[in-house]
């Protein structure tokens, strides 16, 4: 029975099958991507963060989404929407915080979209798996070329 068992690091549950997580990071002033950072695909978000394999400076302000709870731990200079808590409304404060953060993260988003438009990080990889990475450093550097020209 045990000869069946076989560990499988890239395989995400909800998926059924051999995946494999990437972050984007951005820069906001000039909307380029700065590096691309590979993790399994069984891996939290906010894991594939900690990991350690994206350098920050500390200095640098993180714009991040929900999934990001408790990265002030690792990175002092981050910004994130305020989560509701159980039975209680956000307040107008709150309300506005999110806001002001949502439209300040919709250019990246933007720029994610652009991502996707290559077809190869959306969709099911077909090439093996240490290439994944040279696949989407080619891709965010056609969309730097895109947006930012020559």
Request: net charge positive.
């Amino acid at each position: 029975m045990s000869g069946r068992l076989k560990i499988r690091k890239h395989i995400a549950q909800e998926k059924k099958r051999h995946t494999i997580k990437s972050q984007v990071v951005i820069c906001v002033l000039t909307l380029t991507i700065l590096s691309v950072v590979m993790g399994k695909g069984k891996q939290h978000d906010f894991s594939v963060f900690k990991d350690g394999s994206l350098l920050l400076h500390p200095d640098a302000l993180v714009l991040g989404d929900s999934g990001y709870q408790g990265i002030h731990k690792y990175h002092k200079n981050s910004i994130l929407p305020v989560k509701k808590k159980k039975d209680q409304p956000l307040s107008a404060e709150d309300k506005a915080h999110n806001k002001w953060l949502a439209k300040r993260r919709i250019r990246i988003e933007h720029i994610n979209r652009h991502c996707k438009i290559f077809r190869i990080v959306k969709d099911v990889y077909l090439g093996k798996h240490k290439n994944y990475s040279l696949t989407w450093n080619f891709v965010a550097a056609l969309v730097n070329l895109r947006h930012n020209g020559i």
